[in-house]
Each structure stands twice: as structure tokens, then as C-alpha cells.
């Protein structure tokens, strides 16, 4: 009963980050190489629909412990953004991530966004399923 409760948990994390990524790929595929300000949107859903999935996913697999979840999920989007940009600045130069718009960089976002929606699944679904549910 106790593996169950884990692997549904981590399994509905699991599908909403996919569905996160899935949805933020199709921003990144429709965004502009230079775009104006009233073109941001595509950016701003490629970097929050993998946080924003896991957290539905979460809510879905065990809504009770919805704080924990927020914060591990809101630490990890804050800090893989924060890492997206300084791989893409190590491993790519400056130069040629002006150059294509930063393409690498929410590449970079979203798949450190969803390993880390993953991880943040795994490890509070230990504490999940040993808390009694009263």
C-alpha cells in the first residue's frame, strides 16, 4: 500500500511535469529570435509550465502536504533558472547566446526544472507515505 501511495505520487509529479514540458517546448518552438515586449509570453510559459504541472500533479497525488511541495518546486524553479543561465554562459559564451536568443538557456530551464520537479517528487513521497493520514 505504501509503495503505491509513492509511485502514484511520484508518477502524477511525474505526468505534469511532462505535460509542463511538453506545453513549455511548444512556447519555446513558437517564440521570436528578438522579440518586443508584447511578445514575452511564449518565454514566460516556457519557463513556469514545468513548475506549474508538477505542482497541479502534486496536488493530485497528495494534496495535503501542498506546502511542502510548493516550496521544494518554487526553490527548484527559482534555482534552475538561476543554473540555466550560468551553463548557458560557461558552456556557450555570451556571444552566441545573444546571437540565438537564448535558445540553450530554456532548453537548460526546462530540463533541469523537470529532473528537479522529480527529485523534489521522490524525495517527499518518502514523507508522504510514512506520515499517518488522518
Do not use: C, D
Amino acid at each position: 500500500m505504501i509503495a503505491n501511495a509513492r509511485i502514484r505520487l511520484i508518477g502524477l509529479v511525474g505526468l505534469g511535469a511532462l505535460l509542463g514540458a511538453v506545453g513549455a517546448f511548444m512556447a519555446y518552438q513558437s517564440r521570436a529570435i528578438a522579440p518586443s515586449p508584447e511578445q514575452l509570453k511564449p518565454y514566460v510559459w516556457a519557463v513556469v509550465a514545468v513548475p506549474l504541472g508538477s505542482f497541479i500533479g502534486s496536488l493530485l497525488g497528495q494534496w495535503r502536504l501542498y506546502r511542502p511541495f510548493a516550496g521544494w518546486l518554487g526553490l527548484t524553479y527559482l534555482l534552475s533558472l538561476f543554473a540555466a543561465a550560468r551553463l548557458e554562459r560557461v558552456f556557450v559564451g555570451q556571444e552566441a547566446a545573444v546571437a540565438n536568443g537564448h535558445a540553450s538557456y530554456l532548453i537548460l530551464a526546462i530540463i533541469l526544472q523537470s529532473i528537479g520537479a522529480l527529485l523534489v517528487a521522490w524525495r517527499l513521497s518518502a514523507t508522504a507515505t510514512s506520515t499517518p493520514i488522518a
